[in-house]
């Protein structure tokens, strides 16, 4: 175990709907980021935070975003969602040092199925 | 842009056998590598990792890798596997400030070892 906690475990939505994830990154760790894994794929970086600010993001479209929050805890949140989106979102967390991170610690991960 | 690839999908062997799993990466500057494993059903763990120094790094539960920065190239070994090894294996870089401390994964390798 990585102390590295995500909710809700699954998630089913329907298309056009909205939801929220959320991680709590492990103790001492000041950054979080954000992976989506499609079935049989390897995961694919979403976005970064680091001091509740965004610090990197990936080739996924603005109706992803997130937050986090002074206890480095962590939000993504879909709007408009697709069939597509339907993955197993993982949340990681890693120290931050003088502007490097290093080794990142997942979490389980929310499995979101979208009908 | 950073890439990552796996040479096998799919890798079937007996208790005992050895087992190297390829990995070669792109980018242009200094990397930092990894390999994680993705046990049925848990979450993503740190196999090992590369920073800098010795190019053989060895990791939990008896794996090593090797960095061969001519071939870009990072594969992954241990020389007798047992069936609790049976896992999905990704190989994933980070290319440091300049991108953004993002993982880059490849597509991962399913591994079963057969008692």
């Known amino acids: 175990e990585t102390g590295v906690t995500q909710s809700p475990t699954h998630l089913i939505k329907t298309r056009g709907q909205q939801v929220t994830l959320r991680c709590s990154s492990q103790?001492?760790?000041?950054?979080v980021s954000w992976y989506q894994q499609a079935l049989g794929q390897g995961p694919q970086f979403i976005f970064q935070?680091?001091?509740?600010?965004?610090?990197g993001r990936g080739n996924f479209p603005p109706r992803f975003s997130g937050l986090q929050f002074p206890n480095y805890s962590s939000e993504l949140n879909v709007n408009a969602l697709e069939l597509d989106d339907s993955a197993l979102y993982l949340c990681?967390?890693?120290?931050?040092?003088?502007?490097?991170?290093?080794?990142?610690?997942f979490g389980p991960g929310t499995r979101l199925t979208v009908t | 842009a950073q890439s990552v690839s796996q040479h096998n999908h799919h890798v079937i062997l007996s208790e005992a056998a050895s087992l190297e799993l390829g990995c070669n990466y792109s980018?242009?500057?200094?990397?930092?590598l990894f390999w994680y494993v993705q046990y049925p059903g848990q979450h993503l763990q740190l196999l090992l990792k590369y920073f800098s120094g010795d190019p053989l790094v060895k990791g939990i539960k008896g794996f090593e890798a090797e960095f061969i920065k001519s071939k870009f190239s990072f594969n992954l070994r241990k020389p007798s596997v047992q069936w609790s090894d049976t896992a999905e294996y990704f190989c994933?870089?980070?290319?440091?400030?300049?991108?953004?401390?993002?993982?880059?994964f490849g597509g991962g390798t399913r591994v079963l070892v057969k008692p």
């Open positions: 103790s001492g760790h000041n950054t």
């Open positions: 935070y680091y001091r509740e600010e965004e610090n």
């Open positions: 980018y242009g500057g200094t990397v930092n």
């Open positions: 994933a870089v980070t290319g440091g400030v300049a991108a953004g401390n993002k993982l880059t």
């Open positions: 990681a967390s890693s120290l931050d040092r003088g502007g490097l991170s290093y080794e990142q610690y």
